[in-house]
C-alpha cells in the first residue's frame, strides 16, 4: 500500500533543538523494538537534518514549520527509507502493517548500513524549493549530467554568488528546471579561473536515475 503522494553542522544542531520538542516526531524506544513504521531517532534526526542543512541553509527550518491548515510535514523511517510525509497521513499509516506498507509521501533517501544518510534523486522536488545554492546548466551539459556526469565549467550558464567549496547545490536547466543535485568541486570564485574542462560540480544524483535504476530506486527491502 502507497500512502501519499552540512557544511555547517551547528545549523542542524539548532534545528534539531526544535524538532525533539515535538515528541510526536521523535522515535520512542517501542517504535524501535516494534522495527514499525516510525519516527526517527534523535541521533537519526541529527544526520539526517546536517545532510539537508548542506543544501537548504538556514531553509532547513522551513520544512518542518506548520502549514496554514494546522497539520505539519515529518520525517518517517520505513524498513531503512525515510520519508517526508504529513502527519496527518503519518498518523493514518500506523494502522497498516509494516509488511504491508510500501511507501507513503516523499522518499528523500535512506540510511546505510553504517548510520550514514544518503539522498536519493525523489529528493529533488524538496531540495530544489529549498536550496540555498544552485548551478544552471547550458543546454549542452544537460545530457551528460543526466547520463550521469560531472559538471564541467564550458557546461556551466550560471552559478550562485559566493558559494563555497564543498557545498551542496541543486543542478538547474537554463529554464529553471531542477535536473539533479551534487557537491561543489570549488568556490564560485575558484570555479572562474577553472579550464573549461575542469570540474565544478560533482553530480550526487540526477533525473536519469529514474532510468537508469529503476529497479533499485523504488525498491523496499
Known sequence: MILGSSSRPGLASKFL?????????IGSAADIATERMRPLTEQETKVLFTKLANYTGNSLKNLIAPLDDGDRFCFRL????????RLSIANIATSIARDKLLSLGTCIGKFTKTGKFRLHITALEILSE??????????????????GGNVVKAHVGRWSDDCPEHQGVVVFNMNDTPLGFG???????????????????????????????????????
Not at 570564485?189 to 570540474?199: C, M, Q, S, V
Open 17 to 25: 533543538r526544535t524538532f525533539v520538542r515535538r515528541r510526536d516526531l
Open 78 to 85: 520505513n524498513r531503512d527509507r525515510v520519508y517526508y510525509v
Open 130 to 147: 529549498h536550496a540555498r545554492w544552485k548551478i544552471w546548466v547550458r543546454p549542452n551539459g544537460e545530457m551528460p549530467f543526466l547520463y
Open 183 to 221: 557537491i561543489t568541486a570549488r568556490s564560485t570564485a575558484e570555479a572562474r579561473r577553472l579550464d573549461p574542462t575542469g570540474i565544478t560540480c560533482f553530480r550526487q544524483a540526477d533525473c536519469g536515475e529514474y532510468l537508469r535504476d529503476e529497479d533499485n530506486l523504488f525498491a523496499t527491502t
